[in-house]
């Protein structure tokens, strides 16, 4: 079977095998015999101090996905099937517990994250209306505000909108969304030579043509690659 993950989500399976190892050479067996707690429910539980760590990288932009799934939501999905009755029913209903309300921890965590980084993306939209772009400075100054007026929801806002936007109606909305791209993409469009990218610009400027907005997250990835390009080669 082909895994299917990316490279953050090795960056992040390295930085906590790294801890694991530590944890371990520091005799953490010794503490779940101490707590009479079985070597593969302590890996278990572990999963949950993981959470954090990867959440915490999840929001700042290092998103670990294992078949398209968040490594967060993994890591909190663990404890609920390796943890049963068997082990103890203060441990099986903590693990029932904990995970649902870390779920709902992170979305909201996230969400504000989103509210304030949608935010700074329209101002930064507004800015790059009024930007000449004819000297070197001004198209690296362009670009660089092309890299804030990019953003890209959390997973749960793009697949589970329905959901997302009932529990959190002060967030922008699909639509206010998509009106931001169709406003960004012809903005950038014009500084664009290559026609790969023209071709995967135009891709995404007719998806969002159409009446009902429905995520596609290739062309989001596109666009960030494009940006991060043009940043590259200006410096």
């Known amino acids: 079977m082909v895994i299917i993950f990316n490279w953050y989500a090795i960056l992040q399976g390295i930085i906590l095998g790294a801890l694991y190892a530590i944890l371990y050479y520091l005799n953490i067996d010794g503490l779940f015999a101490y707590l009479e707690v079985t070597e593969g429910t302590g890996r278990a539980l572990l999963c949950y101090p993981a959470f954090f760590i990867v959440s915490a990288m999840d929001i700042n932009g290092i998103k670990g996905r294992l078949f398209f799934i968040p490594t967060w939501i993994i890591l909190l999905f663990i404890p609920l099937v390796a943890i049963s009755a068997y082990h103890g029913a203060g441990l099986y209903w903590c693990s029932r517990i904990l995970s649902p309300l870390l779920f709902l921890y992170f979305i909201i965590r996230q969400n504000r994250r989103f509210n304030a980084n949608f935010k700074k993306a329209k101002v930064a939209l507004h800015e790059m209306q009024h930007l000449p772009t004819e000297t070197a400075e001004e198209r690296r100054k362009f670009w660089a505000l092309a890299s804030h007026a990019y953003i890209k929801p959390s ?81």
């Open 155 to 235: 997973w749960f806002y793009l697949y589970g909108n329905p959901v997302f936007s009932t529990i959190f109606q002060n967030s922008p909305t699909l639509d206010e969304f998509a009106a931001h791209y169709r406003r960004l993409i012809p903005i950038i469009q014009p500084q664009v030579r290559d026609q790969d990218q023209l071709y995967k610009l135009r891709g995404f400027e007719l998806q969002l043509s159409h009446e009902k907005y429905k995520h596609n997250a290739g062309y989001l990835e596109n666009i960030a690659e494009i940006i991060d390009a043009k940043n590259k080669a200006l410096q």
